[in-house]
T-cell receptor
Framework: NAGVTQTPKFRILKIGQSMTLQCAQDMNHNYMYWYRQDPGMGLKLIYYSVGAGITDKGEVPNGYNVSRSTTEYFPLRLELAAPSQTSVYFC?????????????FGDGTRLSIL | AQSVAQPEDQVNVAEGNPLTVKCTYSVSGNPYLFWYVQYPNRGLQFLLKYITGDNLVKGSYGFEAEFNKSQTSFHLKKPSALVSDSALYFCAVREAGTASKLTFGTGTRLQVTL
């Protein structure tokens, strides 16, 4: 049971480039989330999804897009990379959002924009 | 709005000594409270949660946390620290029975030395 898998683990982008961060979960969880983690700032929610075909903005959605065509996959798209998007990105999943169940996290994608 | 405060950026303890990592929270209603641990280059791992009932919650790796409603606190504790406990610890809260998102603290780095 792999849990939440994120690829790539590391990436360096030039300003203005685009890329997709991949996230897959094999736990049949309905809810999936994208966070970014900046030093001393905790985790900030970028986007989340309550099921296939349904996505919504979190606290810091600007500069990002998501899609959820299946239960398993929840990719995060950066269209025009900016230095402010240098961060560590975590994908997480949970069976439901409105519950007492914990979220399960991937190991993150470390992204640098130069 | 809900919030979490972790007042200490870093906690230093000697191996074998008890440890406490502090967390205070603010929510409108009743809280669901969580502790997560993050090891270097890894995602967050769930340690324990408070939902309702006994104020002392036991979790993974010998950790426990005490819920104090009057002080709106949920401090993480362990009777005897290990060097391998050295990591980044996050407290998180969501309001029970609502669709509120999970709010994370900024994290506390625990350093256990021989």
């Amino acid at each position: 049971n792999a849990g939440v898998t994120q690829t790539p683990k590391f990436r360096i982008l030039k300003i203005g480039q685009s890329m997709t961060l991949q996230c897959a979960q094999d736990m049949n969880h309905n809810y999936m989330y994208w966070y970014r983690q900046d030093p001393g700032m905790g985790l900030k929610l970028i986007y989340y999804s309550v099921g296939a075909g349904i996505t919504d903005k979190g606290e810091v959605p600007n500069g990002y897009n998501v899609s959820r065509s299946t239960t398993e996959y929840f990719p995060l798209r950066l269209e025009l990379a900016a230095p402010s998007q240098t961060s560590v990105y975590f994908c997480a999943s949970s069976y439901t959002r409105d519950s007492n169940q914990p979220q399960h996290f991937g190991d993150g994608t470390r992204l640098s924009i130069l | 709005a809900q919030s979490v405060a972790q007042p200490e950026d870093q906690v230093n303890v000697a191996e074998g000594n008890p440890l406490t990592v502090k967390c205070t929270y603010s929510v409108s209603g009743n809280p669901y409270l969580f502790w997560y641990v993050q090891y270097p280059n890894r995602g967050l791992q769930f340690l324990l949660k408070y939902i309702t009932g006994d104020n002392l919650v036991k979790g993974s790796y010998g950790f426990e946390a005490e819920f104090n409603k009057s002080q709106t606190s949920f401090h993480l504790k362990k009777p005897s620290a290990l060097v391998s406990d050295s990591a980044l610890y996050f407290c998180a809260v969501r309001e029970a029975g609502t669709a509120s998102k999970l709010t994370f603290g900024t994290g506390t780095r625990l350093q256990v030395t021989l």
